[in-house]
């Protein structure tokens, strides 16, 4: 035989292989169990129907395809193949259909085609919660865990907090497998709600879970009148940052004055309202309790002006007698 054809015929059955390296999109695809997935090739139908048509998974055959068809037992009602493009249907996916899949096609009069491409299933999420200790969680005191856990075939895991990427930090740190955040102590600014984002790439689900830290009371404080005029009808409120609301008491110049809400209420305004008014906000669950001062003065007016003035026109008038 002539060498010059034997390279010759070598040569064309490489490039026969290698012709349709690119009928296949690069993958990998993906599809859910029970679902249905679609190898599309890159083919225009033609004129002329194609002279075979041949898939295989893992070196097995699905369907080969010339004037009739053979299709393996285990694909014959799982399985649509369409002639004119080369395109394959396979339906109820199970995990044991994830691998590499090939396709050979032979044109009529052409070199042979030849594309393969991946493919992963996927159970698809279910089930996502965020799991953490029942427990009364106080600032600087109190730590915990927050576990993200969901069924299926779980590819990431996102946390965020308050709709924003969670921010690791000196007493926020995730578990090697991102699973759990750790919170060690919590504080004031660990309360909030928390989210985990489980997904795969056929399905998706987002668990959330609101963390309440008992902290306070802090920055206490009296709004009201610093002085007031005789015969005014004064209100006093008092504020404190505190979780849970703080519960308030006041005492007017040392004394116990038994009202016990976050408001002072002075219907008239006399000579023994004047005074010291302390306001205690305390925090059943953390046990603590803070405290504001105001101090209320009896507001001079225009009588009140002529008053002292004769007061101290009389002295002067005295000196000079």
Partial sequence: MD???????????????CAGDGILPPGPLSGAVAGTVRFTTSLAPTQSPFLSVSWSF??????????????????????????????????????????????????????????????????????????????????DQSSTNLTCEASGSISTRHWMKDGLPLQLSDNVSLS??????????????????????VSNPVSAMTAALNLTVNYGPYNTSITGPSSASLGQRVTLQCTAASVPPANFSWMFNGNETHVNNSVYLIEEMGGASVGNYTCTARNMVTMKENSALLNLRAACTAPCWSFSLLLISGFNLRRFM
């Fill in 3 to 17: 060498r010059s054809f034997t390279w010759t015929a070598a040569m064309l059955l490489l490039a026969g292989a």
């Fill in 176 to 197: 090697a497998d991102n699973v759990t955040v750790l919170i060690r102590p919590v504080l004031r600014s660990s309360g909030g709600s928390y989210q985990c984002q």
């Fill in 58 to 139: 893992k070196g097995g055959s699905i369907i080969t395809s010339t004037s009739v068809n053979s299709t393996d037992p285990a694909y014959s009602n799982r399985i649509s193949l369409d002639r004119a493009t080369g395109a394959l249907e396979l339906r109820n996916l199970g995990l044991l259909d994830s691998g590499v899949y090939t396709v050979i096609i032979i044109p009529d009069g052409g070199l042979q085609l030849q594309g393969k491409i991946t493919l992963n299933v996927y159970v698809p999420i279910t089930g996502a919660v965020i799991r953490s200790p029942a427990a009364v969680l106080i600032e």
